[in-house]
């Protein structure tokens, strides 16, 4: 017997070996791939949180605007974001009658699905500060 038939024998009963190693390692590269994506989703809504946060309050900063008006630029600013959850508005500061400035708060419910860990939901808020005008 060469050396290159015990290499090929050799090799050619491996390849149930390597099944098997696959099989185990397959579930958590999933994990970890699914993981990673819905990392990246979830710091790409939460920096929409921040802008519509921020955007409410650049309205919110105008005398001649109301909360109702500043709440409905946040909805509007996450419209296609993938939310499925309606957002909560919360101003803070009124610049008609002031100088001060006003915040407005955001908070929108994000659910994340990740293959064999399950599906999670937690809130994600964004602040927004302007100074009034």
């Known amino acids: 017997m060469s050396v290159f038939s015990f290499l090929k024998q050799r090799s050619h009963d491996d390849r149930g070996a ?48 109301s909360t109702a008006e500043a709440c409905a630029r946040t909805t509007a600013t996450l419209v296609g974001t993938g939310f499925t959850a309606t957002p909560t508005c919360q101003v803070s500061g009124d610049c008609s009658t002031s100088t001060g400035s006003v915040v407005v708060t955001v908070t929108v419910a994000n659910t994340i699905d990740i293959p064999f860990f399950g599906v999670s939901t937690f809130d994600l808020t964004g602040r927004g500060d302007f100074r009034c005008e």
Do not use: C, D, N
């Open 18 to 65: 390597i099944a098997a190693e696959f099989a185990l390692m397959l579930p958590l590269l999933l994990l970890l791939v699914f993981g990673m994506l819905q990392l990246g989703l979830t710091y790409q809504r939460q920096e929409a949180v921040h802008a519509a946060a921020r955007e409410g309050a650049r309205v919110a900063s105008l005398p001649t605007s």
